[in-house]
């Protein structure tokens, strides 16, 4: 059995049609969050106000407050071309949300899922899929490198301690059979893995609650993303963690389940950067 695993597609639909068949040659897709368009979030702004500096505290009041709407209408139209290209792939496909997803995004997440037999949200949640036991979180622990707070998927501790809680409890409520695979399917990697390792800052950037849910679940196999420098992987005796890296940077993986291996890849450049942003501008317009 074979997995494609994405993260942090913030949009990349160019990069996304670039695997369509290699996802589709795989047996399910596990996508870890952040799939909506934000890359040309800080241009589209400079755009609205005329090229206006804009602060990091500025660009979150504006994007996530008065311009909330314009901008949950432009990731819901990525969102909406992004399930297109996936759904082609006649293959389940399991998500979650990340920390630049609105709320108004997580319930249009939700109302997809529902309405579509082969996507399958997992916001805080769990799902007995054939042998598979998927469990899901989106949120984040808050930010310790800016403001904290100023992401929409962002909770405060208590509050992801609770919500973790009650994921064990959904996930011990799953009769697990000789076969079947636990899957957590996370934004934000466990601290203290490969997956949330940042080499150039050497340190670890993960959350230690995750961690130590993680500790607590007998997982087989621990997707995470959010960390955008940290494509990597951990082999150990009874479980597999795997960061796929951002497909916004076009990284992805794959995971063979049955051999234990774990591919990292790395799309090559097809297009600059530029053009891609400003394509995306003018979807937005």
């Known amino acids: 059995m074979k997995f494609s695993i994405i993260g942090d597609l913030h949009g990349s639909l160019v990069y996304l049609r670039c695997i369509k068949r290699k996802i589709r040659k795989t047996d399910a897709l596990f996508i870890t969050g952040d799939i909506a368009g934000t890359l040309s979030y800080r241009l589209i702004l400079k755009s609205i106000l005329k090229n206006k500096k804009i602060s990091r505290e500025n660009y979150a009041e504006l994007v996530y407050g008065k311009y909330l ?7 819901r139209k990525t969102a909406k071309r992004i399930f297109k290209i996936l759904s082609k792939t006649k293959i389940p496909v ?5 920390n630049s997803d609105s709320e108004a995004m997580i319930e249009f997440f939700k109302k997809y899922s529902e309405k579509n037999t082969l996507f399958h949200y997992l916001g805080k949640s769990t799902i007995k899929h054939n042998n598979l036991i998927v469990a899901g979180y ?6 310790e490198y800016r403001t904290p707070f100023q992401t929409p998927g962002e909770k405060s501790k208590s509050e992801i301690v609770e919500d ?5 409890n959904h996930i011990s409520k799953h009769k697990k059979n000789k076969n079947d695979l636990i899957i957590g399917l996370f934004h934000e990697p466990p601290k203290n893995t490969k997956l949330d390792f940042i080499e150039w800052k050497s340190t670890h950037s993960g959350s230690e609650l995750i ?17 955008h420098e940290s494509q990597n ?22 995971v063979d389940i049955k051999n234990k291996t774990v591919s990292l890849k790395k799309i090559p450049i ?8 400003y394509r995306t501008r003018e979807t937005f317009k």
Request: aromatic letters at 12%; charged letters at 15%.
């Open 69 to 75: 709407t314009q901008f949950v209408n432009f990731q």
């Open 94 to 98: 399991f998500f979650t949300h990340g």
């Open 138 to 143: 989106g949120y984040c622990s808050p930010a």
């Open 164 to 168: 973790l809680s009650l994921l064990e």
């Open 211 to 227: 961690h130590a849910h993680t500790q607590d679940v007998p997982y087989d196999l621990i997707l995470a993303g959010h960390i």
């Open 233 to 254: 992987y951990e082999i150990q005796e009874n479980e597999i963690l795997v960061n796929p890296g951002p497909l916004v940077n076009r990284k992805w993986a794959i």
């Open 270 to 277: 097809i297009l600059s950067a530029k053009g891609f942003i």
